[in-house]
């Protein structure tokens, strides 16, 4: 006697559907400068390529903005915003010759695959510079239009812009 389950393709259908609907919404959200690659910089590049200007190599600063596109001693630019294929600094972490590898053998730091697709895609997304949100001056967000989507009379909304917010927020969920 035997028993059919049905096509293993008909129960994993509901989750293809679910991924073919998810993973397009986190590829399009684009590379975060402070969150996701300074955050890498600042563990593998900065001990050579950061501020000391006495333990700085061949002349490339990457904590900085200009010096990091600039490049250095090779003479070639180690950032091309918006071309990978370009930058110096892409070629070197996908290198496999020792000599040109970067982070460098000897400071037995290694990249992740993510990491460096990571950096990749950054460097696609034309290298957009962040600065820490501490030095950012805030800015007031415009209070949602009153127009409430829901079964509330309109009497008996608080006149609290913050309650605009979470109207808002509710309605749009």
Known sequence: MSVSHGSPTRSLLPVFVALALIVPAFAA???????????????????????????????????????ALAGGRSGFPSIVP??????????????????????????????????KELLRRWVAEGAPWGEHWAF???VRPSIPASGSQLSTPSSQLSPNPIDAFIRARLAAE
Do not use: W
Request: net charge negative; aromatic share 4%.
């Open 29 to 67: 959200k684009p590379v975060d400068f402070s969150r996701e690659i300074k955050p890498i910089l600042s563990d593998n590049c900065y001990n050579c390529h950061g501020p000391d200007a006495g333990s700085r190599k061949a002349g490339l600063r990457l904590d900085l903005h200009e010096p």
């Open 82 to 115: 918006g071309k990978p294929e370009e930058s110096e600094l892409i070629a070197r972490i996908f290198s496999t010759d020792p000599e040109e590898i970067m982070p460098s053998p000897d400071d037995h730091k290694t990249l992740t695959a993510a990491q």
């Open 136 to 138: 950012s001056p805030p």
